[in-house]
């Protein structure tokens, strides 16, 4: 075990990069003639997909400590309609505390926490008081999650309102409609006023990337959210039919390094959506790792959103620890 202690510890070496000591993407001028540049070989990307999960393995040790990392990237997540205090307490709860303790003593690890818990605007006010003395900040969706309808007003006033109630990051979604017309302008003025209203509060863009209909409107439309200074972009809300897929996260990331090439700007991915096994949130490191470096393995530049991984994530941990699975009552959640 000591040999283990060591290499988990090496892992953990690498700690997150609080999010005041990254600069900020200030975003850019709208350039349609870069987003009209575009273009997106499905096939390729696809082929490259399907060799994330079964070309790499990580094993042993190694996994135990590649999962302890994916835990504090964590956006711990409830999104339901029965949400309450009670529930959104507990999942706070969770998040200073994601792995029993003498797991983590086991493996040499003193503490451990999610990088974020995201709920609803109205349970903002309860997750910052359950995280007071933490510095696990609270996100809250908006701009009228998940669809994205609302009046462009009351989506503003949402935002604002969730910074004046302590979150300190907003989950905002896009206006399918500008990208599926084409409509670059609009969805740029659209989310630069968005991150004008979010302040200090940093801002996840959710392309809800199934509704997108193509790879390339995936790609124009990170482009066109990262240009506008989001300061991270994500697949999904989670309700649509189909979230975070490998081959949009590819289109996604390569996005991402496109632009940090061209403006030295470094912007973060969120897969968010039907991530519930441990061996899918190591799928989702490696392509981390593999296309935009070892910068981005930490939660200022890369966050999973889920709510049921951690409790499988904590199973695999246990039984690296113990030989054997826990029962499901030793892990729980909300």
Not at 17 to 24: A, C, F, G, S, T
Not at 72 to 86: E, H, R, V
Not at 308 to 329: C, K, M
Request: aromatic content about 6%.
């Amino acid at each position: 075990m000591t040999t283990t202690k060591s290499k988990i510890q090496s892992e953990k070496t690498s700690a997150p990069v609080p999010h005041e000591v990254l600069e900020r993407n200030p975003g850019m001028p709208l350039d349609l003639d870069w987003i009209h540049r575009v273009h997106v070989n499905r096939s390729a990307v696809e082929r490259r997909a399907v060799t994330i999960p079964t070309r790499r393995s990580v094993k042993k040790e190694w996994q135990a400590a590649w999962l302890l990392r994916a835990i504090t990237c964590i956006d711990l997540t409830t999104l339901a309609g029965d949400d309450t205090p009670g529930n959104v307490k507990r999942l706070c709860a969770k998040a200073r505390q994601p792995v029993r303790q003498e797991l983590l003593d086991a493996l040499g690890v003193p503490c451990l926490q999610t990088g974020a818990v995201c709920v609803y605007h109205n349970l903002v006010p309860v997750a910052v008081e359950a995280l007071a003395g933490t510095n696990i900040p609270v996100a809250a969706v908006s701009t009228g999650f998940p669809a994205g309808q609302n009046p462009f007003d009351l989506k503003l006033r949402e935002i604002q309102a969730s910074v004046q109630a302590g979150a300190k990051e907003i989950d905002i979604v896009i206006s399918r409609a500008h990208v599926l017309t084409g409509n670059w302008q609009a969805l740029y003025d659209e989310i630069k006023a968005f991150r004008e209203a979010c302040g200090e509060a940093h801002m996840k863009t959710i392309l809800a990337t199934h509704e997108l209909a193509t790879l390339r409107n995936v790609a124009m439309a990170s482009l066109v959210c990262m240009m506008a200074g989001a300061d991270f972009i994500k697949t999904s809300t989670g309700k649509e039919p189909v979230n975070a897929i490998l081959p949009v996260g590819l289109v996604m990331t390569r996005a991402i390094r496109d632009y940090h090439e061209e403006t030295g700007y470094k912007v973060g991915f969120k897969p968010a959506g039907g991530i519930r096994s441990a061996k899918s949130s190591l799928d989702w490191l490696i392509l981390m790792k593999e296309e935009l470096g070892n910068e981005w393995l930490n939660n200022s530049l890369f966050r999973i959103g889920a709510s049921g991984l951690l409790s499988d994530i904590e199973r695999q941990i246990e039984h690296f620890v113990s030989g054997r699975y826990a029962a499901a009552h030793h892990n729980p959640m909300v």
